[in-house]
C-alpha cells in the first residue's frame, strides 16, 4: 500500500523565521511528488517534482526531491502571516492517474 | 477563466436518500479525481477517471460510485449514504497523455461538504 508522511504535523513560527517541512514516502511506480498549499479552501499547486536534485523555486518557496531516500522537503523563507496554511505532499505512481496525499503540516506564522 | 465547480457546496442530508454531487471542468481536461478530507486524515481518494467512460477505484471507493460519460462532467454519486460519509469533498482535474498524467499538477474545485444525518 502506497504511503505519504509528512513532518511535522504543526509548526508555530514568527514572521522572517525559514521553516522546513519534510515528506517521506513509499509508492511502487513512483511517477511524481507534488506539493499543494491549503487554506480555508481547495488546495492550490505549488511545485511538482520528478527528479532527483534538481531544486524547483518560487519566491521564497522551493523544493527539492531524493528519490534515493525517497522524501522531499519544502522550504520557505523569510516567512510572512499569509504562508499560514496545511501544505500537502501527494505522490503519483504511474498507474494511471492513482494518488496517494501525506495528512499534511500546518503551519501557523505569527506577526 | 479555468476552473473546476463543484455543486453544491454544501449539503445535509439523512441517510440513505440517495444523492449526487456534480463536478464540471472547462479546461479540457482528461484526468478527474474525487477526494474526501477528513480531519487527521488528509486527502484520500476515492475514484478517478482517465478519460470518457474509463474510471477506476481510489483508495476508499466504498459507498460511491462514478461516471464519466463526457469529459468535462465527473459527477459523484452516493447511493446510500451513511453518517460515516460525513465529510469534504473535492474533485479535481488535470491534463494526461496516453496513460499517464503529462502534468499532474490538479486543478482542484472549492469543495463539497456534506453532513449525513
Known amino acids: 500500500e502506497d504511503k505519504v508522511v509528512q513532518s511535522p504535523l504543526s509548526l508555530v513560527v514568527h514572521e522572517g523565521d525559514t521553516v522546513t517541512l519534510n515528506c517521506s514516502y513509499e509508492v511502487t511506480n513512483f511517477r511524481s511528488l507534488l506539493w499543494y498549499k491549503q487554506e480555508k479552501k481547495a488546495p492550490t499547486f505549488l511545485f511538482m517534482l520528478?527528479?532527483?536534485?534538481i531544486e524547483k523555486k518560487s519566491g521564497r518557496l522551493s523544493s527539492i526531491l531524493d528519490k534515493k531516500e525517497l522524501f522531499s522537503i519544502l522550504n520557505i523563507t523569510a516567512t510572512q502571516t499569509g504562508d499560514s496554511a496545511v501544505y500537502l505532499c501527494a505522490v503519483y505512481n504511474t498507474n494511471a492517474g492513482k494518488s496517494t496525499f501525506g495528512d499534511g503540516t500546518t503551519l501557523t506564522v505569527k506577526p | 477563466e479555468a476552473q473546476v465547480t463543484q455543486n453544491p457546496r454544501y449539503l445535509i442530508t439523512v441517510t440513505g436518500k440517495k444523492l449526487t454531487v456534480t463536478c464540471s471542468q472547462n479546461?479540457?481536461?482528461?484526468?478527474m479525481s474525487w477526494y474526501r478530507q477528513d480531519p487527521g486524515l488528509g486527502l484520500r481518494q476515492i475514484y478517478y477517471s482517465m478519460n470518457v467512460e474509463v474510471t477506476d477505484k481510489g483508495d476508499v471507493p466504498e459507498g460511491y460510485k462514478v461516471s464519466r460519460k463526457e469529459k468535462r462532467n465527473f459527477p459523484l454519486i452516493l447511493e446510500s449514504p451513511s453518517p460515516n460519509q460525513t465529510s469534504l469533498y473535492f474533485c479535481a482535474s488535470s491534463l494526461t497523455v496516453g496513460t499517464l498524467p503529462r502534468n499532474t499538477e490538479a486543478f482542484f474545485g472549492q469543495g463539497t461538504r456534506l453532513t449525513v444525518v
Open positions: 520528478t527528479s532527483s536534485g
Open positions: 479546461m479540457n481536461h482528461e484526468y
